[in-house]
């Protein structure tokens, strides 16, 4: 066997060894509640989420839990303590309230539809458990942004986005959002779900605007986990 698919192999054992280890924190609970939920363990807290299945946001989806796993076991690195965050697509609320767990002052967001059932899995699971109260806010990317988030107020240290980018036809307003959000030192942890060429393209056209750097990559997902920073600051 050459060296090259020697490190092949390896790469795929550790992305298969730390896979099983993410998927290992959702878990099915036992008895069966009026309202059916599905539970996560992560920042030392167990999870619980209820997902409406008729809407397509209203799961959690693998790059949540991608997110989640990197910000707890990154959480030195990436320290949410008091730092403004917000979650872009937020769906069920399971990377922002795991924010929020590690600290972070957090306004989750999504389109209108979702921010029901948003702010129900958010306020189960971090009252009386963390030091900021996360906000919930509609954001439909592209849509009245100066209105509701003035680029003037906006100070976000992080924005976390998980499996954004997909068959949507508002790909250049979700790259246009994630350009209003962002200041010179915001940080975007970005998880991407590879799926068909079309979308992978969103990838070449938000290096146009951001320096992007890839942290992880899970190959037996399809997924990898971004890091980016807005690009040319200093000469814009
Ligand atoms: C595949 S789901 C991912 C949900 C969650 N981040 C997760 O990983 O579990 C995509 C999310 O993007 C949101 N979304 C889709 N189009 C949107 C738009 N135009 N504006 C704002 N959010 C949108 C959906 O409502 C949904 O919550």
Redesign the pocket.
């Known amino acids: 066997m050459d060296s090259e698919t020697q490190i092949e192999i390896r790469e795929g054992d550790d992305d298969k060894q730390i896979v099983t280890e993410i998927m290992a924190r959702s878990f099915i609970p036992a008895l069966i509640t009026t309202v059916s939920w599905e539970g996560f363990h992560f920042a030392g807290y167990e999870i619980q989420i209820t997902e409406a299945k008729d809407c ?2 209203a ?3 693998p ?2 839990l991608v997110l989640c796993y990197f910000l707890e076991t990154n959480a030195k690195q990436y320290n949410m303590v008091d730092k403004n965050v917000i979650e ?5 609320g ?2 922002s309230i795991v924010a929020s767990l590690l600290g972070a002052r957090v306004t989750a967001t ?2 209108p539809e ?1 921010l029901g059932n948003l702010q129900y899995n958010i306020s189960r699971n971090t009252k009386l458990k963390c030091k900021h109260l996360p906000q919930v806010k509609e ?3 592209g849509v009245a942004l100066d209105r509701n988030f003035p680029k003037s107020s906006n100070n976000f240290d992080y924005i976390l986005a ?3 980018v ?1 068959a ?1 036809p ?1 790909l250049e ?1 979700l790259l246009m959002t994630f350009d209003h959000l962002c200041r010179e030192t915001t940080i975007i942890l970005w998880v991407m779900r590879f799926r068909l060429e079309k979308e992978n393209k969103f990838v070449d056209r938000f290096k146009e605007v951001f320096d992007l750097e890839e942290i992880s990559s899970f190959p037996s997902l399809n997924i990898k986990l971004y890091k980016a920073m807005k690009k040319n600051w200093r000469s814009a």
């Not at 872009?88 to 069920?92: H, L």
């Open positions: 397509y946001g799961v959690v989806w790059s949540a872009i697509g937020a769906g069920t399971l990377v999504d389109v979702l954001l439909s990317w998980a499996d954004v997909y949507h508002f307003e």
